[in-house]
Nanobody, 123 residues
Framework: QVQLVESGGGLVQAGGSLRLSCAAS????????VGWFRQAPGKEREFVAA????????EYADSVKGRFTISRDNAKNTVDLQMSSLKPEDTDVYYC????????????????WGQGTQVTVSS
């Protein structure tokens, strides 16, 4: 069993930066692909970024490419999402997820989810 806890959300002005962190429990976390998703009220959860078990492979949604960077530290069981050049449309609840696979796959529903952290970008 893996438990995920997100942190680092908050209020930031447009153009600013935030760093989200996902802390995981469980020895097997280092074998899992990890993804960040976001969701606004009344909307579907959408993919933001993902990283493979070793960190060698990353994927990003087109809307965040060049602005967001995902990274992981398996020794610490953490995955971070560095967000820069933030826009008001990045305002959402951000969720960390883990999948019992070494590489992220779009057609595979993650096995574990965190509780989410709110990111608000003011204009």
């Amino acid at each position: 069993q893996v438990q995920l806890v997100e942190s680092g959300g908050g209020l930031v002005q447009a153009g600013g930066s935030l760093r989200l962190s996902c802390a995981a429990s469980g020895r097997t976390f280092s074998n899992y692909a990890v993804g960040w998703f976001r969701q606004a009220p009344g909307k579907e959860r959408e993919f933001v970024a993902a990283i493979s078990w070793s960190g060698s492979s990353t994927e990003y949604a087109d809307s965040v490419k060049g602005r967001f960077t995902i990274s992981r530290d398996n020794a610490k069981n953490t995955v971070d999402l560095q967000m820069s050049s933030l826009k008001p449309e990045d305002t959402d609840v951000y969720y960390c997820s883990a999948t019992k696979r070494r590489y992220y796959a779009k057609n595979v529903t993650p096995d574990y989810w965190g509780q989410g952290t709110q990111v608000t970008v003011s204009s």
